[in-house]
């Protein structure tokens, strides 16, 4: 089965933001995000640095230094995130305003690439850091049950 899937470095990002908005008093070690958020410390440092170019995280040096949010968490949307990693959202090559398709006149999907690309632009720009955040499941999330180490039931004789 083939996915349309979230680049790695978008989630990384999303995850180490959600993980800022839920210490918004304090700072971050690098170390700690990527522990926590199972972000491998290389692909997070690439990625704190692009957040920090576009203005959404801040880095303290020194004793207790670390990252933090550069903005509130209700100022930041999953759009800016995304953006700030990726550059512009773009469905389809023939969505992004700048490339034109010799068979866009007519295309039978355009319409619905079009669609599928407004959709998609309103949920990131409607979804905010601090939203996200505050969904916090109220149970820990563990990761699957190694199937090998469950043991079977023994069966008992009739």
């Given amino acids: 089965m083939s996915l349309m899937q979230v680049p790695r470095k978008i989630e990384y990002a999303l ?17 700690e995000i990527a522990a926590r958020e199972h972000i491998p ?3 997070l440092e690439k990625v704190i640095r692009d957040l920090m170019r576009r203005g959404l ?15 509130a968490a209700d100022t930041v949307t999953f ?10 959202i773009t469905l389809n090559v023939c969505t992004d305003g700048s490339s034109s398709c010799a068979l866009q006149p007519t295309c ?7 669609k599928g690309q407004r959709v998609l632009l309103e949920v990131f720009s409607d979804t905010s850091l601090a939203e ?13 049950a190694d199937a090998a180490s469950i043991s079977p039931a023994k069966s008992q004789p009739a």
């Fill in 15 to 31: 995850r180490a933001m959600i993980y800022l908005a839920d210490h918004p008093a304090g700072v971050a070690r690098g170390t």
């Fill in 57 to 71: 995280v801040n880095a303290r040096r020194g004793p207790g230094g670390g990252y933090q949010l550069a903005r």
């Fill in 79 to 88: 759009r800016d995130i995304i953006e700030a990693v990726e550059g512009p």
């Fill in 108 to 114: 039978r999907m355009y319409r619905v690439w079009e």
């Fill in 132 to 144: 996200i955040a505050a969904s916090r499941p109220s149970l820990p999330v563990y990761p699957p």
């Fill in 41 to 43: 410390k290389y692909y």
